[in-house]
C-alpha cells in the first residue's frame, strides 16, 4: 500500500523535449507538494496545491506547470527541458493536522542530456 | 530569513557506536520541528516531531532533543547499525496550518555505518 507514489522512477530525456512526472497519493490529504532536490542533497519546494488550488509557487521557471486533476492528484509537466533540470524530484502530501509530518514519494530522478 | 543548518554536513563512525548530529534554526514564527531520515533512492521518512514545549522525544535508537531558547536541535542515535546508514534532515515549519505553512529543509548530514 504505497502512500505516495510516483512515476516514472527514471527519466532519461533530451534537451529539449517535454516530460510529465505523475504523482498520486491515497492518504486523503488535501495539500500536496513538488520538491526539487540538487545535487547536494538540498530539497527545495516547488510547488503546494491544496484541495486542487495553487498556494505555493516558488520562483520557478513557467517551463514547470503542476496539474491537479483531483487533491489525490499532482502531476508535474516540464516544457523544453534544459540540463540544469536534472536531478531528482520528489512528490509529497501532509494532513490537516498542524503536526502531520510531510510523505514523501521515492522520487523521480530526472537526467537531461 | 527563515533558515536551517545542520552539522556535520557528513559523518562515518563504525557500527555499534553512538552519534550526534546537529541542527540549528532561525526560523520565526515556530510551529514544530522534523527529523526525517532518507536512505539512497528513497525519498525522506519522519522519525519524530517536537512542538515549542518539548524538548525531547525518542523514537527507538533516536532520540531527538530541541531547545527552543538557543534554537537548536540534535538528534542522538544509539548504538549504530548499517541500516542507519542515510541522509538525515532536519525540518523546521514556521505555521501551524499545514495548508500554508513555511516549512525549511536543512541540507542534511550524511552518516556512513562502518562494519
Not at chain 1, 57 to 72: H, I, L, Q
Not at chain 2, 83 to 108: E, L, M, P
Amino acid at each position: 500500500d504505497t502512500a505516495v507514489s510516483q512515476t516514472p522512477k527514471y527519466l532519461v530525456t533530451q534537451m529539449g523535449n517535454d516530460k510529465s512526472i505523475k504523482c498520486e497519493q491515497n492518504l486523503g490529504h488535501d495539500t500536496m507538494y513538488w520538491y526539487k532536490q540538487d545535487s547536494k542533497k538540498f530539497l527545495k519546494i516547488m510547488f503546494s496545491y491544496n484541495n486542487k488550488e495553487l498556494i505555493i509557487n516558488e520562483t520557478v521557471p513557467n517551463r514547470f506547470s503542476p496539474k491537479s486533476p483531483d487533491k489525490a492528484h499532482l502531476n508535474l509537466h516540464i516544457n523544453s527541458l534544459e540540463l540544469g533540470d536534472s536531478a531528482v524530484y520528489f512528490c509529497a502530501s501532509v494532513g490537516s493536522s498542524y503536526n502531520s509530518p510531510l510523505h514523501f514519494g521515492n522520487g523521480t530522478r530526472l537526467t537531461v542530456t | 530569513k527563515n533558515q536551517v543548518e545542520q552539522s556535520p554536513q557528513s559523518l562515518i563512525i563504525l557500527e555499534g557506536k553512538n552519534c550526534t548530529l546537529q541542527c540549528n534554526y532561525t526560523v520565526s514564527p515556530f510551529s514544530n520541528l522534523r527529523w526525517y531520515k532518507q536512505d539512497t533512492g528513497r525519498g525522506p521518512v519522519s522519525l519524530t516531531i517536537m512542538t515549542f514545549s518539548e524538548n525531547t522525544k525518542s523514537n527507538g535508537r533516536y532520540t531527538a532533543t530541541l531547545d527552543a531558547d538557543t534554537k537548536q536541535s540534535s538528534l542522538h542515535i544509539t548504538a549504530s547499525q548499517l541500516s542507519d546508514s542515510a541522509s538525515y534532515i532536519c525540518v523546521v515549519s514556521s505555521n501551524r496550518d499545514s495548508s500554508a505553512s513555511k516549512i525549511i529543509f536543512g541540507s542534511g548530514t550524511r552518516l556512513s555505518i562502518r562494519p
